[in-house]
């Protein structure tokens, strides 16, 4: 079965202080994996893809596939990172369908 | 950026009646867009794929006759709420893929708050 998880409804952090949103997945192929963010009020925007192994934010993901795991991660969060933020899987075939996890609220407290 | 734009943003319709949402990719050509729900505080759930030219293909459990979709041009995909009942009020999010120069990215529109009353 194509499944995302996020274990975590709400994290709740202080500023300067580590953040790490999990994400595991179940997929039988070879999946391509992305954070997404949502901002209060506004649309989703791509935050990470995993093929491009960039730093957006100051947020990095590294794909496990030992441990089937995207978990994202951030040194120092900010209070502007408060958001919600979905794991999302694309099953392979690059048709833009999306499978997202049931999403992480980050609070980062002043 | 490509821009994914829906329209209305916010509807309130009485039950019974139906309801049309609508998703345009503003500069970019898409054969295929999504369509989602979401209920507050929850996942985006896929509704259905909407095909330009041909039949949308849904998610099990979507009531196809209830949720009609219509992709007319490769610019405009369309979700009508059918007969609509108080537990179809939702957050609709369409996307679509750009595959153009800019990269290999999904683009989500703003969503559309639906009230059935």
């Known amino acids: 079965a194509q499944r995302v998880t996020q274990p975590e409804k709400l994290l709740s952090v202080f500023k300067g202080a580590p953040v790490e949103l999990k994400c595991n997945y179940s997929?039988?192929?070879?999946?391509?994996l992305f954070w997404y963010v949502q901002y209060s009020r506004q649309r989703l925007q791509l935050l990470l893809r995993?093929?491009s192994r960039e730093s957006i934010k100051g947020f990095t993901a590294d794909l496990n596939k030992g441990e089937t795991s995207f978990h994202l991660k951030k040194p120092f969060a900010q209070e502007e990172d408060s958001a919600m933020y979905y794991c999302?899987?694309?099953?392979?075939?690059?048709?833009?369908?999306?499978?997202f996890g049931q999403g992480t609220t980050l609070q980062v407290k002043p | 950026g490509a821009v994914v734009s829906q329209h209305p943003s916010r509807v309130i319709c009485k039950s019974g009646t139906s309801v049309k949402i609508e998703c345009r990719s503003l500069?970019?050509?898409?054969?295929?867009m999504f369509w989602y729900r979401q209920f507050p505080k929850q996942s985006l759930m896929l509704m259905a794929t909407?095909?330009?030219?041909?039949?949308?293909?849904?998610e099990q459990g979507v009531e196809k006759d209830k949720f009609l979709i219509n992709h007319a041009s490769l610019t405009l995909s369309t979700l009508t709420v059918t007969s609509a009942h108080p537990e179809d009020s939702s957050f609709y999010i369409c996307?679509?893929?750009?595959?153009?120069?800019?990269?290999?990215?999904?683009?989500f529109g703003e969503g559309s708050w639906l009230t059935v009353v």
């Open positions: 996307s679509a893929r750009d595959y153009g120069p800019s990269g290999n990215t999904i683009y």
């Open positions: 997929y039988s192929g070879s999946p391509e």
């Open positions: 500069d970019f050509q898409a054969t295929t």
């Open positions: 999302a899987l694309a099953p392979s075939g690059n048709t833009g369908k999306l499978i």
């Open positions: 909407s095909n330009e030219g041909s039949k949308a293909t849904y």
């Open positions: 995993h093929i």
